[in-house]
């Protein structure tokens, strides 16, 4: 399976034409602002992961995408996100929920880490904090 990102780069999820492990970030645009009153700690764990993932994607052993989930978002949501916040890695708007549904995404945000070979290595939900230690052991 490829994915586009909105600059248009596509990546290859079966890492075939790469040797780096992908980190795919399952979030939704309005998580950081929609959610801080009703469900602060999810609001909290989505910029808490973007936050860690900026300071992991400078790091260029592993590529990151931003996955934003289509539920009540348009193009110009994913735009307003991106002007409001320092969002290092690209991102998609995955409209249809077809990428989300592969991979079984239920919770927001939720990390989802492909190694070299193109298999899912692990699985990080909102309240997992320990990214950058996943990120190393796949990236041995």
Same mark, same amino acid.
């Given at each position: 399976?490829?994915?586009?990102?909105?600059?248009?780069?596509?990546? &290859?999820?079966?890492?075939?034409?790469?040797?780096?492990?992908? @980190?795919?970030?399952?979030?939704? /645009?309005?998580? #950081? =602002? %929609? +959610?801080a009153e009703s469900q602060p700690a999810t609001a909290s764990a989505?910029?808490?992961?973007?936050?860690?993932?900026?300071?992991?994607?400078? &790091?260029?052993?592993?590529?990151?995408?931003?996955?934003?989930? @289509?539920?009540?978002?348009?193009? /110009?949501?994913? #735009? =307003? %996100? +991106?002007?409001?916040?320092?969002?290092?890695?690209?991102?998609?708007?995955?409209?249809?929920?077809?990428?989300?549904?592969?991979?079984?995404?239920?919770?927001?945000?939720?990390?989802?880490l492909i190694d070299a070979d193109g298999k899912v290595a692990d699985?990080?939900?909102?309240?997992?904090?320990?990214?950058?230690?996943?990120?190393e052991r796949i990236s041995q």
């Amino acid at each position: 399976m490829n994915i586009t990102t909105r600059d248009g780069d596509t990546i &290859d999820l079966s890492r075939t034409a790469t040797d780096k492990p992908l @980190g795919m970030v399952f979030f939704a /645009s309005w998580c #950081e =602002s %929609y +959610l801080a009153e009703s469900q602060p700690a999810t609001a909290s764990a989505c910029r808490r992961v973007r936050e860690t993932v900026n300071q992991l994607s400078k &790091d260029s052993e592993t590529q990151w995408v931003g996955i934003i989930s @289509g539920l009540w978002t348009k193009e /110009s949501d994913v #735009e =307003s %996100y +991106l002007d409001t916040t320092e969002t290092a890695f690209p991102v998609l708007l995955d409209a249809d929920g077809d990428i989300h549904r592969r991979f079984g995404i239920q919770q927001i945000p939720t990390v989802v880490l492909i190694d070299a070979d193109g298999k899912v290595a692990d699985k990080l939900g909102p309240q997992d904090t320990k990214l950058a230690e996943a990120i190393e052991r796949i990236s041995q």
